[in-house]
C-alpha cells in the first residue's frame, strides 16, 4: 500500500481509510496506527488516512459510500477470483512478509442480513 492505490489497484478509490463515528474510536485508530508504525513491520510510514465517517452515495465525493452490490460477500461468491487475484497481485505474498503464520489463513463468515460477509 503506498499513497497511489494498493496492489494492482492504483487510484483514489483504493486508497485505504479508516473512518471513525466518535472520538473513542478515532482515538483507539490513532493509537493503533501508532503501535503499529512503531512496531517495525513496515519499512515505511504507513499513509492510511483516518477520518470522520461521513456516507455519500454516488462518485466523486472524498467520503465513505457502499460499494455496489456486485462487490458485497464477492469473496464468498467468487472465492477462486479472489485467490487468484490476491496471488497475482503480489498481496498474499506481502501479507506472508508482513505477518508470517501470525497472519494465518481468514476464517470466512456467512453474509449477514444485510448481505455484507466478513473476514476475521
Not at 5 to 25: H, I, K, M, P, S
Not at 90 to 115: Q, V, Y
Request: proline letters at 5%.
Amino acid at each position: 500500500m503506498d499513497d497511489g492505490g494498493q496492489f494492482c489497484d492504483r487510484g483514489t478509490a483504493y486508497l485505504t481509510r479508516v473512518f471513525y463515528q466518535n472520538d473513542e474510536e478515532r482515538r483507539l485508530a490513532e493509537q493503533r496506527m501508532r503501535e503499529f508504525e512503531e512496531s517495525g513491520r513496515l519499512p515505511r510510514p504507513i499513509v492510511t488516512e483516518i477520518r470522520p465517517l461521513n456516507v455519500i452515495e454516488g462518485d466523486g465525493h472524498d467520503g465513505f459510500w457502499h460499494a455496489e452490490e456486485y462487490h458485497q460477500s464477492y469473496y464468498l461468491v467468487n472465492p477462486i477470483r479472489c485467490r487468484l487475484y490476491k496471488e497475482a497481485c503480489g498481496r498474499a505474498r506481502r501479507l506472508d512478509e508482513i505477518w508470517g503464520r501470525e497472519a494465518g489463513e481468514p476464517t470466512l463468515r456467512a453474509p449477514s442480513r444485510t448481505g455484507a460477509g466478513s473476514l476475521q
